[in-house]
């Protein structure tokens, strides 16, 4: 694929969507930025995209032949929503889709691993992103950051269970590769971090380097179900406490090498994350009244935001 196309990022505002978009725009390429209100993005076009007014979709895919794609959210099943774009993609001139999705959640899985599934008899090259949780979750605006401001604790059902946490940076720069490299990856790739921690160790570190002392409150999986319903979906919530069920049995135990062998560098550790931050007076002074301090906002288009934005 030419690198002179254009892409569409749906959710350029968020997460990992600022973050693709910023990195896709340094790099020269043409980048159409969506979001709800066309909020404008340095070296973009901005562009309104709402995943549930269709009249939208025709003036964001105009001209298009890349799109990364981040699900609705807090959608229980982004199928029905995303797969009717995705058709009208196509028949636009789309010639390769790069989906968001979650390490927790497999080809065919719940939520967005129906998308998953359908991707590829959708476009010739696509590659689904699953991320591990993001660090960003307890730096930016997650529910686990303004816990920490508030409460001084991290609230999981995950027990001692450890996660490969990763730099939302690191989730761009593979984005970028898997939308602008010569041939798209054409599958599925697990991202993570350099390293597996638990929710102990997260707590750990963000007391080092604050200086503010944080801790991890465990929960049962009814109690995080209970807790997380009191803001999203009952159904919703449920889903996203199973995934902490999931970890505490061990199911986000692992790293992998894709950061580093598809961008040739190797990915970013929570304690240098958190450092950097510092430096940057993104955290600094504000860490005694929590590490919320960064400039990175909710994703309105998270397939995950009990975790990911």
């Known amino acids: 694929m030419s690198t002179t196309g254009t892409t569409l990022v749906i959710g350029a505002t968020g997460t990992t969507g600022s973050r693709t978009a910023a990195q896709l725009t340094a790099a020269g390429h043409r980048v159409r930025a969506a979001a709800r209100r066309a909020t404008p993005v340095a070296g973009a076009e901005p562009v309104a995209f709402d995943w549930y007014d269709p009249d939208t979709h025709a003036t964001a895919l105009d001209g298009v032949d890349r799109v990364y794609l981040i699900p609705p959210l807090g959608e229980s099943d982004p199928a029905a929503i995303m797969l009717p774009f995705l058709r009208q993609a196509r028949a636009a001139g789309v010639r390769r889709a790069v989906l968001l999705s979650s390490s927790a959640i497999p080809e065919g899985g719940p939520a967005v691993g129906s998308v998953h599934r359908a991707l590829p008899g959708l476009f010739d090259q696509w590659a689904v992103l699953r991320p591990s949780w993001f660090m960003q979750n307890f730096t930016g605006a997650h529910a686990h950051s303004r816990s920490i401001r508030d409460e001084g604790a991290i609230w999981t059902a995950t027990g001692a269970g450890r996660v490969g946490f990763i730099d939302a940076e690191d ?34 570190t963000l007391t080092e380097v604050t200086g503010r002392p944080v801790t991890h409150r465990r929960l049962s999986y009814e109690q995080m179900r209970d807790r997380l319903a009191a803001q999203l979906p009952r159904e919703f919530a449920a889903i996203l406490a199973g995934m ?3 970890i505490a049995e061990g199911a986000e135990d692992r790293t992998t090498d894709t950061v580093q062998r598809l961008t040739g560098r190797p990915p970013r550790t929570f304690r240098a994350l958190l450092e950097r931050e510092m430096r940057l007076g993104a955290i600094g002074a504000a860490s005694r009244r929590g590490v919320s301090g960064t400039a990175s906002s909710p994703d309105p288009s998270s397939p995950d935001p009990g975790r990911r934005e």
């Open 171 to 204: 989730i761009a720069a593979v984005a970028v590769r898997a939308l602008t490299d010569e041939r798209a990856p054409d599958t599925d790739l697990v991202l993570t971090g350099p390293e597996a921690l638990s929710y102990d160790d997260i707590a750990t």
């Open 244 to 246: 902490d069920r999931a």
